[in-house]
């Protein structure tokens, strides 16, 4: 996992960086214009882009997969944590770069929910039944919402400690969209 600081944040906070470290995180290594045909882009910006992300440290190259003059890229960190000092950083520019990266996770977890939904019927029953959009209210003090936090996040810590080996049979990629927001009490 990275964790972001003012530096790092400005340099991933773009709708396009981050949609490009996300596919190259959940699919794999790819060129830019394989990223470019997959998200829509012109290959010219995913270049670009790509080549920003690796000056970051983000990406990096992927040798063992080209041929030629392809330049394959992979994602350099398997996760991203944000710190909540970002949005508080005294520099505004700052504070605005951590309001973007929020707002773009947000925007891709409602297209992750959105895209399962669509395509659920793809998938055979033992998948479909066990995917899961509960959502829980519960009072709490923020101490015990940090307690929360970290047991959610250690509890899945053992989940990717403990995943099959490559091509074991079943296995799908699954994603986890975990969320503790409050709200005011009436």
Partial sequence: MRTLDPHSL???AHPLRMRLLSTLRHDGPATASGL???LGESSGATSYHLRQLAAHGFVEDAPEHGKGRERWWKAATHGTRFSDSLRTDPDPAVRGAADLFIHEVATM????VATWLGTQHEWPDEWRLRSDLSDFTLRLTPAQARELNERVHALIDTYREAAPPP???GVAQVRLHHHVLPRLLE
């Fill in 167 to 169: 091509g074991t049979e």
């Fill in 36 to 38: 470019a045909a997959l």
């Fill in 109 to 112: 977890h409602t297209q992750e």
């Fill in 10 to 12: 400005r340099g991933l």
